[in-house]
């Protein structure tokens, strides 16, 4: 029925985190033709919004449970909790530390060159912008496979980098060459969305005329409304 690889490589938890870094927890949801999707539910063939490209069709998945719910759950595995807000998310959400996020930001052109960049969840843990926590069962992820690096659209704000199978550290290799935050960058970046946020939540000031329609702390936000009222 479902066209992907189930496989467990909960013996070998250090292999598996270098191998599995993005894939994305089972319960999250995306963004595809079909509206919001959970990501268990996809199979190789549906369409997928992407960030760059529009409706692109999976070509390849797997499920992997990289931790069975015994004993004590490798530090390397515990997910990263990012709180509603943070990294423009409409909730709490549950991320693999090394899954990378796609965000806008104008520190990250600042220091890339490019409002668009990619930070590594467990470097926001460092600066308290996030937290790791003990999962309740167990760790399984998808990991989807399309033609070309992807970003995707995460149900709960976030977008997903989905980098071509074995491309992960070879960014500039991609035609969606997005540059990887280390942690000081991931820091600032980090403290310019908080700015940003904040800047959205102060109320007008008396006699000031408010701009019509909604306002968002990004074009990012702007999207993921969008997709929420489409779908």
């Given at each position: 029925?479902?066209?992907?690889?189930?496989?467990?490589?909960?013996d070998?938890?250090?292999?598996?985190?270098?191998?599995?870094?993005?894939?994305?927890?089972?319960?999250?949801?995306?963004?595809?033709?079909?509206?919001?999707?959970?990501?268990?539910?996809?199979?190789?063939?549906?369409?997928?919004l992407?960030?760059?490209?529009?409706?692109?069709?999976?070509?390849?998945?797997?499920r992997?449970?990289?931790?069975?719910?015994?004993?004590?759950?490798?530090?390397a595995?515990?997910?990263?909790?990012?709180?509603?807000?943070?990294?423009?998310?409409?909730?709490?959400?549950?991320?693999?530390?090394?899954?990378g996020?796609?965000?806008?930001s104008?520190?990250?052109?600042?220091?890339?060159?490019?409002?668009?960049?990619?930070?590594?969840?467990?470097?926001?843990?460092a600066?308290?912008f996030?937290?790791?926590?003990?999962?309740?069962?167990?760790?399984?992820?998808?990991?989807?496979?399309?033609?070309?690096?992807?970003?995707i659209?995460?149900?709960c704000?976030?977008?997903?980098?989905?980098?071509?199978?074995?491309?992960?550290?070879?960014?500039?290799?991609?035609?969606?060459?997005?540059?990887?935050?280390?942690?000081?960058?991931?820091f600032?970046?980090?403290?310019?969305?908080?700015?940003?946020?904040?800047?959205?939540?102060?109320?007008?000031?008396?006699?000031?005329?408010?701009?019509?329609?909604?306002?968002?702390?990004s074009?990012?936000?702007?999207?993921?409304?969008?997709?929420?009222?489409?779908?």
């Amino acid at each position: 029925m479902f066209d992907w690889i189930t496989q467990s490589t909960t013996d070998e938890p250090n292999a598996a985190f270098s191998s599995e870094a993005n894939g994305i927890l089972v319960g999250g949801s995306i963004a595809t033709e079909f509206g919001w999707r959970p990501i268990e539910a996809v199979c190789c063939g549906d369409m997928v919004l992407t960030f760059d490209n529009g409706f692109r069709p999976i070509v390849g998945m797997r499920r992997v449970c990289l931790w069975n719910g015994r004993d004590t759950c490798p530090d390397a595995l515990l997910p990263v909790l990012i709180e509603a807000n943070v990294l423009d998310n409409t909730r709490d959400v549950r991320v693999l530390p090394e899954q990378g996020i796609m965000v806008e930001s104008n520190a990250a052109e600042d220091y890339r060159g490019d409002l668009f960049a990619v930070l590594i969840p467990r470097s926001m843990q460092a600066y308290g912008f996030a937290d790791r926590v003990q999962p309740s069962g167990l760790i399984e992820v998808i990991i989807l496979e399309f033609e070309e690096t992807e970003v995707i659209y995460g149900q709960c704000g976030l977008h997903y980098f989905v980098p071509k199978t074995g491309d992960m550290l070879a960014e500039k290799e991609s035609h969606l060459a997005y540059k990887m935050l280390n942690t000081e960058e991931t820091f600032v970046v980090l403290e310019d969305l908080n700015t940003a946020h904040m800047q959205h939540l102060i109320p007008l000031t008396v006699g000031a005329v408010p701009k019509k329609g909604p306002q968002f702390a990004s074009p990012l936000s702007f999207l993921a409304c969008r997709l929420c009222s489409v779908f």
